[in-house]
């Protein structure tokens, strides 16, 4: 049986603290109506109505070498696919199901295309697994907080044996655990009401994945959901604990430290624009510059990114997740440093922007560029040993001009001529002594 060992912990969670940054690819039956993944939930829509879709699952453009590849290019470092989403149906060829893509005009087990690709770009590769199953006859119906059929009672949950979708939904999480290679990471989605921990007979399946794939790592949400931290946080971790906590479409405001006040190891997840599937009718795509700041200021509060794609019915990233993918791979190429193995400084945020830092260096991203010397509140000048602009590598001086010379105590570097304000983050490494 598993027993939490905290120098395993940091030594399996080593890869995840320094990547920071990653891809999370939410795909399915659900891009073809082209109105999120919960689309059957939000419209009570009978599995009848469903099935069409799976008839008709044939992307033209499927490609998963070509996500995989905006995944490296946008700088991320781990990427993680739904299996299987909450309706049920399965991306890989589950001996258990007919619900699966291999029986698609598709005809491919995506989960084994998707591995493939993220492995051959050198990337860490993880699986997302819903622990509800909308397709599942023995998963609660009527009654059930999400179910689509949850108000009819036609779909009475009369005959309904919880313990034989358990049976199922393990045997399922160990055909992906034995035949796919190493997994770096699990992420299962969600607990809800009762249906949380031992519920989900936790302890054996968390048991089960971490022995049949030493050292993976899994989330919390065989515990919690986005709500809630798990019991890690509280410090007496069971043995279906998460690895890390996952706050959902937002970040901390403070990062997250556990209940003896040590920091946790943590993931925001986020969609760039509303829906983590894809939708048709969603055009309020977030602006790259801001999905870059978040990036940062989860990096800043100790945490990582996981930015999704929704790619549509033809298996195409939508062209407004790769402008933003090519924006932060851009930015990314010149400024990872400040990024990769980076957390919290041990200074307070500057007005002008936020800090990382790894080691003896402390990276400076300026958001808003000053006018004149820029000042490193905290430091004292013999502390520091080097000033170099990422984007360019280009060497500043600290600045001993008069015109601060009201401010002794202050360190100010000389920024070597304005910064350009069109910039979303200018990034100051500065070394330490
Ligand atoms: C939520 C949603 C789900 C999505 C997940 C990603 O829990 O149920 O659709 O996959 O968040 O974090």
């Not at 492995?119 to 006859?137: I, M, Q, T």
């Not at 400084?345 to 990276?363: I, S, V, W």
């Not at 601060?404 to 070597?416: E, I």
Request: net charge negative.
């Amino acid at each position: 049986m598993y027993q939490f060992d905290r120098r395993d912990y940091d030594h399996r969670m080593t890869w995840f603290r320094e990547a920071r940054f990653g891809m999370f690819i939410h795909w399915g039956l659900y891009a073809l109506p082209g109105r999120g993944e919960w689309v059957r939930s939000e419209e009570e829509m009978p599995e009848e109505a469903y099935l069409p879709f799976f008839d008709a699952f044939s992307p033209d453009h499927y490609d998963p070498a070509k996500w995989a590849w905006a995944a490296k290019e946008a700088g991320m470092k781990y990427i993680i696919l739904t299996a299987k989403h909450h309706d049920g149906f399965c991306l890989f060829d589950s001996a258990l199901t007919d619900f699966k893509s291999t029986n698609t005009p598709l005809g491919r087990d995506i989960v084994r295309d998707f591995l493939d690709a993220g492995r051959a770009e050198g990337l860490k590769v993880g699986l997302y697994y819903s622990l509800l199953d909308w397709h599942h006859p023995d998963y609660p119906h009527y009654g059930d907080k999400n179910h689509p059929m949850r108000r009819d009672p036609a779909y009475s949950n009369e005959g309904r044996d919880f313990d034989r979708y358990l049976d199922y939904m393990h045997a399922q999480v160990r055909e992906l655990c034995e035949n796919y290679g190493k997994l770096d990471l699990m992420w299962f989605d969600f607990s809800y009401d009762d249906l949380r921990g031992e519920a989900w007979r936790g302890a054996e399946l968390a048991d089960m994945v971490r022995s049949l794939q030493p050292g993976i790592i899994l989330n919390n949400r065989l515990e919690v959901s986005g709500e809630g931290y798990g019991s890690l946080a509280q410090g007496n971790p069971t043995p279906f604990h998460g690895d890390f906590v996952t706050p959902e479409q937002m970040v901390p405001p403070e990062g997250l430290k556990d209940a003896l006040g040590r920091d946790l190891i943590w993931e925001s997840c986020a969609t760039m624009n509303g829906h983590w599937g894809y939708c048709d009718e969603d055009h309020a795509w977030k602006p790259a510059p801001t999905l870059l700041k978040a990036l940062v200021e989860c990096v800043s509060k100790g945490g990582n990114l996981l930015l999704n794609v929704g790619p549509d019915s033809h298996g195409d990233i939508p062209p407004q997740s790769l402008e933003v993918l090519r924006f932060l791979g851009r930015w990314m190429e010149k400024n990872g440093e400040s990024i990769y193995g980076c957390g919290k400084a041990d200074l307070p945020k500057p007005e002008y922007g936020r800090l990382t830092q790894k080691g003896n260096r402390l990276y400076y991203h300026l958001y808003d560029p000053p006018m004149g010397p820029l000042p490193l509140p905290g430091l004292r000048e013999e502390q520091i040993a080097a000033v170099r602009r990422l984007s360019d590598g280009r060497e500043l001086a600290l600045s001993h001009s008069w015109v601060h010379s009201d401010y002794p105590d202050t360190v100010f570097v000389d920024l070597g001529g304005p910064v350009s304000a069109e910039e979303t983050d200018t990034v100051l490494e500065i070394t330490l002594r």
